[in-house]
């Protein structure tokens, strides 16, 4: 089983700036990473994803607040939060398209979550 490891999140005021980060387990072969969220009682929605070549899309939501990158050499992914709302409260998870080891194809793999709260 792969475990993605998350750190970062928090509480943070509104338009306040928070960072996460996502790091994969470097032996593994990692395509496209990205971020998700879970608002109370809503959807897993899409907040960013970057491929391995660095290319980038985001939730309109988001455009021009959060900056998702990654470190290709540490299998890790970055979300910069910038001019949070209190809209943007949820729990954050990163995903990684992994290369399997001893089959053919990828597999996508989910962090455990980490809390953003913004206040108003």
């Known amino acids: 089983q792969v475990q993605l490891v998350e750190s970062g999140g928090g509480l943070v005021q509104a338009g306040g700036r928070l960072s996460l980060s996502c790091a994969t387990p470097?032996?593994?072969?990692?395509?496209?990473m990205g971020w998700y969220r879970q608002p109370p009682g809503k959807q897993r929605e899409l907040v960013a994803r970057?491929?391995?070549?660095?290319?980038?899309n985001y939730a309109d939501s988001v455009k021009g607040r959060f900056t998702i990158s990654r470190d290709n050499a540490k299998n890790t992914v970055y979300l910069q939060m910038n001019s949070l709302k209190p809209e943007d409260t949820a729990v954050y998870y990163c995903n990684a398209e992994i290369v399997r080891r001893y089959a053919s194809g990828t597999s996508y793999y989910w962090g455990q979550g980490t809390q953003v709260t913004v206040s108003s």
């Open positions: 970057i491929s391995s070549e660095g290319s980038t």
């Open positions: 470097p032996i593994f072969t990692v395509h496209d």
